[in-house]
């Protein structure tokens, strides 16, 4: 495929920690799609794991390194280290199609900010476990996420240097994508779904890896909603309500078609009433001012 110049337009940016497998496929996938005129760079944030036979096997990319913790100081470096007008967001776990890089480039711009399709796959073998089919029902919508909330996830998310610049760095410790993209669109910067656009993300295989994933975004959604005003009452009887939302999201469960038979919607099903249970006690704990 075509590479990289010297003189890049697009720069494509992947923080990483400690998940080298998954970025070797990132990065073949990259590999496969059109690079001309495009630098890839991978802020890593400090990895235990070493990335010796990553930076051998593909010399193209630029490997930088980030100190401070939290993807969001990875991508900031990745932007500050960069100098292309167009700035591309991909995660290490994801997988760009093949023709990421040339959508990109056609529907870049039409808009400020855009937020392509995720789609969600299994990395071990069939039948689902609770936490896949889970998944595979409930991640990434990330065109709801778009059209409805205003934001899009920062594992397919394109923008532009002089947008980045003018709306400010992303923010550790709080939903980086959608703090930053809700910051944008407040400024009057626009934001559009792409659905031509599109990556792939695994499904987390088991309940402790998706037990771990909600616990950062409650973590996270607590302290956005906190600097948005949102006052500890509120979040309160959101939490009372996570119960009640499993009942209402079942119907999601029972006639999604990606779903093998009973035993795999019986699971998605009782995953989603664990998870919600699950997210009502640490939504509980932060109002009454407790650590969860």
Known sequence: MGTDTATPDAAVIIPHYNDVT??????????ENDRTGVEILVVDNGSTQSLEEVKVAFPEIRFLTE????????RNLG????????LFFIDADCVAAPDWLTKARDVAPLADLIGGRVDVFDETPKPRSGAEAFETVFAF??????????????????????????????????????????RAVGKGYSIRYADTLVVSHPTRSD???LKRKWYRMTAESFSNE???????????????????????????????SRLNGLGERGRAAATLFRLRLQRMIWMLRQTLGLSI
């Open 226 to 256: 906190r600097q948005n005003g949102t006052s500890v009452f509120r979040w309160g009887l959101k939490a009372l309500s996570m119960p009640l939302s499993a009942i209402v999201h079942m119907p999601k469960v029972l006639t999604n």
């Open 207 to 209: 309940w402790s890896a």
């Open 67 to 74: 100190t401070e913790k939290g993807a969001a100081a990875a």
């Open 141 to 182: 919508h990330n065109k709801n996420y778009v059209e409805k909330k205003a934001f899009s996830v920062t594992a397919n998310l394109l923008t532009t240097r002089a947008t980045f610049e003018a709306v400010g760095d992303f923010i550790n410790g709080v939903s980086e994508d959608s703090e930053w993209c809700q």
């Open 79 to 86: 932007v500050r280290e960069s100098t292309a007008p167009l």
């Open 22 to 31: 998954r970025l070797r496929r990132c990065l073949k996938s990259l590999m």
